[in-house]
């Protein structure tokens, strides 16, 4: 049995220093994704966002195993955030635009998502219907570590955009959220999130 666990081998990518930021260079990776709009801390779109995203993450992770003998880690979730164009504003959390994320092996295919959201849906996970296999390329980037709740990320994301400012870059494309705590486990004060943001 051949295992792949994508937060090893892409390291670099998915771990990052507490107010040190560093610059990456994000290669093309293929995501599961589900779109939505609004308060992410409000709508209950989110939640039924990740439920869809992992149902179907899950079966085809299964549907490898048994049939390529093949097991990969399930990645952490990610979010890209957006209000108009690629700036986001944060005083009107109603009107932003949203993306949930996971990262998925490049020898998945849109075979195997068609069948496990046909599983899914069979199984009751409606947002499984809205789960779609995607091509993501944010090439370079800055990021840093969060470490405390969500809703206190301002100085961290101000720190970043401070680092590109300094390094002589601009932001370029959507902010980008790569949660490693599970909010439902851990204390507010110890989640952890990678905030990316790409650079020019």
């Known amino acids: 049995m051949q295992t792949i666990d ?17 610059i ?3 290669p093309e990776l293929q995501f599961l994704m589900f779109d939505g709009h609004g308060n992410p801390e409000e709508t209950p779109l989110m939640q039924e966002g990740f439920q869809g995203l992992y149902s179907v993450a899950f079966t085809i992770r299964f549907a490898i195993k048994d049939r390529d003998e093949v097991a990969f880690t399930v ?3 990610e979010g ?7 700036d986001l ?30 599983q899914a849906l069979e199984k009751g ?8 296999l995607e091509a993501f390329h944010e090439g370079l980037s800055a990021q840093v570590m969060h470490v405390g709740p969500y809703d206190a990320e301002a100085p961290t994301i101000e720190l970043l955009h401070a680092f590109i400012a300094d390094e002589g870059y601009q932001n370029r494309g959507k902010h980008h959220e790569i949660y490693l705590g599970d909010p439902r486990r851990a204390k507010p ?7 990316r943001q790409p650079i020019g």
């Open 6 to 22: 994508h937060k090893k081998t892409l390291k670099e990518l998915y771990s990052a220093r507490k107010n040190r930021p560093a």
């Open 24 to 26: 990456v260079d994000v």
């Open 75 to 77: 990645m952490p979730p």
């Open 80 to 86: 890209i955030f957006w209000s108009s164009g690629d």
């Open 89 to 118: 504003d944060p005083d009107d959390m109603d009107a932003w635009n949203w993306t949930l994320m996971l990262m998925q092996p490049d020898f998945v295919t849109q075979n195997d998502l068609n069948e496990a959201k046909q």
């Open 125 to 132: 996970n409606a947002p499984a219907e809205h789960v779609r």
């Open 189 to 195: 004060e110890n989640l952890k999130t990678i905030i």
